[in-house]
């Protein structure tokens, strides 16, 4: 008895198709939302003010990037532009009295020291974040660095 692989593989495909377009392949399977909309309670949390830290924001672990103690909603970041380097930028950072961008951020994949910030560090808010008067929308008991 041959078996006739094409045959084989068609029947696979097919019935992985169904039971992946089938709701009963995944019956008993929740969303953590419940039964709710994905867009149900978008309203809930209001946009919070973001909150200016004097001196800085503690880190509450070793290799924590720092968190923006300032305003940012009207700092542009795009690919053409990125104003966050108009202060914290190797050239302009001791005279806006900034931190400068850690010499990581001048660093290519491959190794290399570049006179800019290496594409794979240029969106700052990929890493770092600022401040909100906002309550945490979930609990935990992670304790910082001490």
């Given at each position: 008895m041959e078996i006739d692989m094409k045959k084989v593989i068609v029947t696979l495909?097919?019935?992985l198709m169904t039971l992946m377009?089938?709701?009963?392949?995944?019956?008993?399977?929740?969303?953590?939302?419940?039964?709710?909309?994905?867009?149900?309670?978008?309203?809930?949390?209001?946009?919070?003010?973001?909150?200016?830290?004097?001196?800085g924001v503690d880190r509450s672990y070793k290799?924590?990037?720092?968190?923006?103690?300032?305003?940012?909603?009207?700092?542009?970041?795009?690919?053409?532009?990125?104003?966050?380097?108009?202060?914290?930028?190797?050239?302009t950072y001791k005279q806006k009295k900034a931190p400068k961008a850690g010499d990581s951020h001048y660093v290519s994949r491959d190794g290399k020291v570049l006179d800019t910030v290496s594409s794979r560090?240029?969106?700052?808010?990929?890493?770092?974040?600022?401040?909100?008067?906002?309550d945490p929308i979930v609990n935990n008991q992670f304790e910082g660095a001490k």
């Open positions: 495909m097919v019935t377009f089938n709701g009963s392949a995944i019956a008993g399977v929740t969303s953590l939302r419940g039964d709710s909309d994905l867009t149900d309670g978008a309203d809930k949390y209001p946009m919070r003010k973001q909150v200016i830290s004097q001196g290799i924590q990037p720092p968190m923006i103690p300032h305003k940012i909603d009207k700092e542009k970041i795009n690919l053409k532009i990125n104003t966050c380097m108009k202060c914290h930028s190797e050239k560090r240029y969106f700052c808010n990929q890493c770092h974040a600022p401040q909100l008067n906002a």
